[in-house]
């Protein structure tokens, strides 16, 4: 049973169809890198996979359940999103950010309590970043904020999460911890989902790709056999070359 799957899935806002013919598979511990240009339809896709709005047609499904028949507190026991960036006018510290997801699956007038306080603290310990608890989130660096966010995810107790261009704007050092952040999580049993837009970003933290661009689904599989130059040229309408180094990785150039 995978964890989170779409069927014949479009995706759009309102009569607007932005990508039709979405399928696949999230298995536990597996990553899957939809992959497309800027303006393709990335976000509005994976905001349909959240349940946040509706499919133009088609389903999602979290393990059998069509998501539009699970309510809030059902999809956030089983479904985590960590965002490009978090909006933050207040001076949240880092701890209070992740205990958010650790109270994801709360009442609403229900307070955090020990159990959550402990959860969002081993979050932050099995990503190496307790030592950032009681730090002012606005004074972090990019990728340790985009840690925090990841925790706060990990602290929610998802098998599955939905991850918005996590490496968006960081720069390489803080990509890469990032990106080792995403392996061990799927190294855990959990399954991922992440957008991008970088080839060589995919091709190193991915198990399959999804390839999307503004005509629609161009290709789906593992990433080695999808990202070809011949895929990739036809992707951004521009021509790509790819090399792969002795120890298998891929480059695009």
């Known amino acids: 049973m995978p964890l989170l799957a779409a069927r014949d899935l479009a995706v759009g806002h309102g009569e607007r169809v932005l990508i039709r013919g979405v399928d696949f598979r999230l298995a536990p511990g597996r990553v899957l890198c939809v992959l497309g240009p800027n303006g393709a339809g990335k976000t509005t896709l994976f905001r349909t996979l959240l349940g946040l709005i509706p499919a133009a047609s088609g389903q999602v499904l979290l393990g059998a359940d069509p998501i539009d028949r699970l309510s809030r507190r ?8 960590v965002p490009q960036a978090l909006a933050n006018p ?3 510290t880092a701890r209070d950010i992740v205990l958010m997801g650790a ?3 709360l009442g609403a007038f229900a307070r955090p309590g020990r159990p959550e306080t402990a959860r969002a603290m081993a979050a932050m ?6 030592d950032l608890a009681t730090a002012d989130l606005a ?5 340790q904020r985009q840690l925090v966010l990841i925790a ?15 490496t968006a704007s960081l720069d390489f050092a ?13 190294g855990n049993g959990r399954g991922v989902i992440l957008s991008s837009h970088d080839p060589d970003h995919a091709a190193a933290l991915a198990d399959e790709v999804l390839l999307v661009n503004r005509a629609g689904v161009l290709a789906l599989g593992p990433a080695p056999e999808v990202m070809t130059a011949a895929n990739l040229s036809r992707l951004y309408g521009i021509a790509i070359g790819r090399t792969e180094t002795a120890d298998g990785r891929l480059h695009f150039h």
Request: zero cysteines; hydrophobic letters at 55%; proline letters at 2%.
């Open 74 to 81: 059902q999809i956030a026991a089983r479904l985590a999103h």
């Open 139 to 143: 004074l972090l660096s990019g990728g």
């Open 90 to 92: 207040f001076a949240f």
């Open 152 to 166: 706060r995810a990990l602290a929610q107790d998802a098998a599955a999460l939905v991850m918005d261009e996590p």
């Open 125 to 130: 310990q099995d990503l190496g970043i307790a």
């Open 103 to 105: 109270a994801a699956r």
């Open 174 to 186: 803080n990509r890469r911890q990032v990106g080792q952040a995403i392996r061990r999580l799927a």
